[in-house]
């Protein structure tokens, strides 16, 4: 079974372009999260989607960022413009009411 | 307030023994999920094994059990019979409810072990 499938693995970007990272969650699934790791903070959940509706968006961190999930299998996050302090893995993850949260490979961001 | 504590930045253990890893979580709720994840160099997410908070036995998941002390509020994880393979970073993570009462819920994660099994 595929898991959850996330694109670009590793992006690289100039200052103040728009980036855009994709998920399409485990099919069935849907919960969808959006979070970031850094060195300094961790893991941070940005946000979560229940059956395809925005349901915590507390941890996305400013108005540069917005993300989307048009449908069960499809999601954005979507940075713009992008600063170096936006230089992490964002990993997007899904899972079906009340069970285990499957991860993708993480997309893997810097900003220079 | 909701916390997971990972105590051990970094361990060393040889190849072939059992380790154990530590964490203690912290929450008000009576239904939450402990869950713990390792992510080696290559930096993917992988899900180890679940305990509920209702669950009356210890999970267990091939090498891996966690080891569920409720009044404690602890869960840790112990890997047996330790490989070269298991060299990785470790996360803790509770799931608790969201505010809106759904039984859905977000994780929240410890800071990590790093975890160096020795040949």
């Known amino acids: 079974d595929a898991g959850v499938i996330q694109s670009p693995r590793h992006e690289v970007t100039e200052m103040g372009q728009e980036v855009t990272l994709r998920c399409k969650p485990i099919s069935g699934h849907n919960s969808l999260f959006w979070y970031r790791q850094t060195m300094m903070r961790g893991l941070e959940l940005l946000i979560y989607?229940?059956?395809?509706?925005?349901?915590?968006d507390s941890g996305m961190p400013e108005d540069r960022f917005s993300a989307k999930m048009p449908n069960a299998s499809f999601s954005t996050l979507k940075i713009q413009p992008s600063e170096p302090r936006d230089s992490a893995v964002y990993f997007c993850?899904?899972?079906?009411?009340?069970?285990?949260?499957?991860f993708g490979e993480g997309s893997w961001l810097t900003v220079v | 307030a909701q916390k997971i504590t990972q105590t051990q930045p970094g361990m060393f253990v040889q190849e072939k023994e059992a380790v154990t890893l530590d964490c203690t979580y912290d929450t008000s709720d009576p239904s939450y999920g402990l869950f713990w994840y390792k992510q080696p160099s290559s930096g993917e997410m992988i899900f180890l094994i679940y305990q509920g908070s209702y669950d009356q036995q210890n999970a267990t998941e091939g090498r891996y059990s966690l080891n569920f002390q409720k009044a404690r509020k602890s869960a840790n994880l112990v890997i047996s019979a330790s490989q070269l393979g298991d060299s990785a970073m470790y996360f803790c993570?509770?799931?608790?409810?969201?505010?809106?009462?759904?039984?859905?819920?977000?994780?929240?994660f410890g800071k990590g072990t790093k975890l160096s099994v020795k040949p």
């Open positions: 993570a509770m799931r608790v409810p969201f505010l809106d009462g759904g039984s859905q819920g977000n994780l929240i």
């Open positions: 989607f229940n059956n395809n509706v925005p349901i915590d």
């Open positions: 993850a899904s899972s079906f009411t009340g069970n285990t949260i499957y």
